[in-house]
C-alpha cells in the first residue's frame, strides 16, 4: 500500500487500484471473517466513489492498522481521524440561509 500526494495505491498480485483520496468516503477497522482468508481477520475497510458515482469499498490488511489510518487522515485534508479507528470525510460546512456563497 502506498499513499502518494493524491492517490492510494493498491497491489495484489496483478490487480492493481488506484484510489484518489478525494474520492474515499471513509475508511474503518473491519474483521468480517465471510469475504476473505483466515490469515487476514485484522483489515481496513476503504469505502469509496467510483468515476461513475458509484459506491465500492476495498479490503487491504497493513501490518499496523492505527499508523495507516493516521498517515490517511494527514495525507488528505478533508479527511479526519476519529477515536484511532476510523477516518472520516470532514462535513462541509452549510450556508447560512440568505447568505451569498
Request: charged share 30%.
Amino acid at each position: 500500500y502506498t499513499l502518494t500526494a493524491d492517490k492510494l495505491l493498491v497491489r495484489s498480485g496483478m490487480f492493481h487500484w488506484k484510489i484518489p483520496l478525494d474520492s474515499i468516503i471513509s475508511a474503518e477497522f473491519t474483521s468480517n471473517p465471510l469475504s476473505s482468508p483466515a490469515w487476514s481477520l485484522k483489515r481496513i475497510r476503504i469505502n469509496y466513489r467510483r468515476k461513475s458515482g458509484r459506491r465500492s469499498f476495498l479490503l487491504i490488511s497493513p501490518k499496523d492498522r492505527s499508523c495507516f489510518l493516521r498517515d490517511l487522515a494527514d495525507s488528505w485534508p478533508e479527511l479526519d481521524l476519529v477515536y484511532d479507528q476510523r477516518v472520516e470525510r470532514r462535513a462541509r460546512p452549510v450556508d447560512a440561509p440568505g447568505t451569498d456563497s
